[in-house]
């Protein structure tokens, strides 16, 4: 009897060890304090701003003029700077990004160059850094009285020696800056910005960022953010407002961060006119149309026109000149905001970018919103040109170009709709939740690419898009099935999602996809969609228009759910380990009055019996033996016609997940049982899964769905799949991918 009860306990025991298994608390839940920085009056131990947070503004007048002929910007800014921090600053520290393309610059000299039989990019690149003239010439830094002001520039830095420290807590100060640079061939360089030149009408595209010297971050965390721009690792930045002035050739139409202040002066008549008719049309409205645009693009016109643009409370200012530009726009409701969505095109972009472009602007809007925000900014532009996909503050840079003779393959307009909403969407991360880029990709980059995912669900609703998509969306990130592959590579030649930027060897899997498909796991499996989507909105609106760290983020989503995620956050952002669970073994049991074997029909697992008589007075036995008193209900599963399983699974990968175990039943039938991660929480590297049922099992198998991204998907049966013929395989993987 004894014996009995210790095997009945054991094997209804949810985790359950095998008897060489030491009991200890396995690492992987540990707690992150010792990795987290200490709360305190700035950053608080919830996730939240705490009650001293502080943070730097910078203010911003800028006047730039395009040289056409020598694609030379020539710019005078005047930057007033707020000191809200508590430290009296004795300089200050400004980007200067365009150094980046300079001559003998750390991102040429540093880039690996392999030379292969002929001519490639990377020998171009090497050609392209040696023979530069690009770069940024600083002219002139003075102080508001117009007394030039001491200045050092190391690479893609300049530090600004200040006469007297910038008194802490409200001091300011304003000061000026005149530069030039030329323009990058955004063709020569992997750069996010830059002009195209066409060749059959002799007429350029300009996409300006990264532009203008413009101030580091200062915070709480790291003081100055001065590390050099070498590409990868984007930008940490100041929110200020924005007054800017851009003269370009007079034919040019301009578009911009911030909403035009002059529009009378530099539009026509006819385009004031369809500008008035866009503000409350529900699709897009031509403001400038392609025959226009075919006539200026032969004359040419001489002379200038200046556009000016304001813009409140941004981090960053980019702007596009073109006299090739399409324009169209229409206005979209989100929450009580009245969004202008616009798009700006070349001819070579249509018929793609007239049909879809501000479609998706708007789409965009309404979807990220709903997770996160209501879009607070008056205008969303998005722009076709050589850079395929770059955001900035209320405007970005898209690609997805139609064939020379306009027609559209599916994969080009798939690319141009996903880039749209992923750069539209950047605008709520990192532009207004405003991450430190240059240190962490995955804060903007994963997060946005998760909220992709979410509006990418959703275009088959969306009238535009029935024709082309009226069922589903083809996901490239997201779905965790997707991640696998990357997630197979040896854990020791991948980093962590908890790295620098500029130290990640597969950028797009590491600082995309992999946050991306974790969130989304996140989401689905783990917390549900309710605590998630409740938790994320809560960060986004605790940290809108400030800057949070990744501990803001992890201890905010625990915070708003009452769910303690830290190894999740330990599992997938800390390591990279896989996710490899396997049904090593199944032990099945029945009751049989008889006491032997009870056979499953029709193959089902073999259950080893437990003999009906021996529980004749089981309740007494109990209750006098070890004080056990076991209601009817109880009791009623004492008897044949349950079918009892202890699922043994291994933890192959390392990395924790909760468990899906189908149990795919005699009769035909499923059932799914979800195990919480917690099971493995003092046995991380196998576990045995108590299961009852009212009929046999004829097979068990994990994750059915994929929504784990297992990477070895043939252990998760027991028992095990029978192989096939090869030949076999190959031809059902034939006829799979021609359906």
Not at 484 to 513: C, H, L, W
Request: aromatic residues 12%; charged residues 25%; hydrophobic residues 35%.
């Amino acid at each position: 009897m004894k014996r009995f009860l210790c095997l009945f306990l054991s094997l209804f025991s949810v985790t359950a060890m095998a008897q060489h298994d030491k009991p200890y608390v396995s690492s992987k839940f540990a707690q992150l304090e010792q990795l987290l920085p200490t709360p305190n009056n700035y950053r608080t131990g919830s996730g939240a701003p705490g009650h001293e947070y502080w943070q730097q503004k910078a203010d911003y007048k800028i006047k730039v003029a395009l040289d056409e002929k020598k694609h030379i910007l020539t710019g005078a800014e005047t930057i007033t700077y707020y000191n809200y921090s508590p430290d009296n600053l004795k300089y200050l520290w400004v980007q200067i990004d365009q150094n980046r393309f300079k001559k003998g610059s750390d991102a040429f000299e540093t880039r690996n160059t392999r030379l292969n039989d002929g001519p490639n990019f990377g020998m171009i690149n090497l050609v392209v850094g040696q023979a530069s003239e690009w770069g940024c010439k600083i002219k002139s830094v003075k102080d508001k009285s117009g007394k030039p002001m001491k200045y050092v520039i190391n690479k893609t830095m300049m530090r600004i020696d200040l006469p007297q420290p910038l008194k802490a807590k409200g001091g300011n100060m304003t000061f000026s800056i005149e530069w030039e640079h030329k323009i990058v061939d955004a063709k020569k360089t992997n750069s996010r910005s830059g002009y195209e030149y066409f060749p059959k009408d002799g007429n350029y595209l300009y996409e300006i960022a990264q532009w203008f010297p413009r101030m580091c971050v200062y915070d709480d965390v790291n003081g100055w953010q001065h590390k050099q721009f070498l590409g990868n690792g984007e930008f940490a930045l100041t929110f200020g407002d924005y007054e800017v002035a851009i003269t370009a050739p007079a034919d040019h139409i301009v578009g911009a961060t911030g909403e035009l202040q002059n529009a009378k002066k530099v539009l026509t008549s006819d385009q004031l006119n369809r500008l008035k008719k866009a503000a409350s049309a529900t699709s897009p409205v031509l403001i400038v149309d392609q025959k226009e645009v075919e006539t200026k693009e032969k004359t040419k016109a001489s002379g200038t026109k200046t556009w000016v643009f304001k813009a409140k409370n941004v981090r960053d200012f980019a702007w596009a000149s073109s006299r090739k530009f399409i324009w169209d726009a229409m206005k979209v409701k989100v929450g009580n905001n009245d969004i202008w969505a616009m798009s700006y095109y070349p001819k070579e972009g249509n018929p793609l970018w007239g049909k879809y472009s501000t479609q998706v602007v708007a789409h965009t809007l309404r979807t990220y919103s709903k997770y996160t925000f209501d879009y607070p900014y008056p205008v969303a532009v998005s722009v076709h040109g050589p850079i395929f996909g770059m955001e900035y503050p209320m405007i970005c840079f898209n690609g997805g170009r139609p064939r020379a003779d306009g027609t559209v393959p599916a994969r080009t307009r798939k690319a141009m709709i996903s880039v749209i909403i992923h750069e539209v969407g950047h605008n709520y991360f990192p532009m207004i939740v405003n991450s430190d880029e240059r240190q962490w990709t995955w804060m903007d980059e994963g997060l946005n690419s998760f909220l992709q995912f979410l509006s990418e669900k959703e275009i088959p609703l969306q009238s535009w898009a029935k024709a082309d998509y009226p069922k589903t969306y083809p996901h490239r990130r997201g779905p965790a099935k997707n991640i696998v592959r990357y997630m197979r590579t040896d854990p020791t030649k991948i980093v962590p999602i908890m790295t620098n930027s500029e130290s990640i060897p597969q950028f797009g899997n590491n600082a995309y996809g992999k946050p991306a498909t974790a969130l989304n796991i996140l989401r689905e499996v783990v917390m549900g969609k309710e605590l998630f989507d409740h938790a994320f909105k809560t960060y986004s609106q605790r940290w809108y228009f400030k800057h949070p760290k990744p501990a803001d983020f992890f201890r905010t989503m625990e915070d708003a759910s009452g769910v303690d995620l830290d190894w999740f956050w330990r599992g997938w952002f800390y390591s990279t380990l896989p996710v490899d669970m396997s049904i090593d073994n199944v032990k099945a049991f029945a009751f049989s009055e008889s006491g032997k074997t009870v056979e499953a029909p029709a193959g089902g697992l073999k259950h080893k019996a437990f003999a009906n008589k021996k529980f004749n007075g089981l309740r007494e036995r109990l209750s006098k033996g070890f004080g056990l008193r076991l209601t009817d209900k109880e009791m009623a599963m004492l008897k044949p016609g349950k079918y009892y399983y202890s699922v043994k699974v291994k933890n192959i990968g390392g990395n924790i997940m909760p468990l899906f175990i189908q149990a795919n039943f005699v009769d035909g039938s499923k059932q799914l049982v979800k195990v919480p991660a917690e099971i493995f929480r003092k046995s991380p590297n196998q576990v045995y899964k108590g299961l009852i049922f009212d009929k046999p099992v004829k097979s068990f198998q994990l994750d059915p769905n994929e929504m784990t991204a297992d990477i070895d998907t043939k252990n998760n049966t027991f028992p095990r799949a029978k192989k096939g013929s090869k030949f076999k395989e190959l031809k059902e993987k034939k006829e799979k991918s021609n359906k």
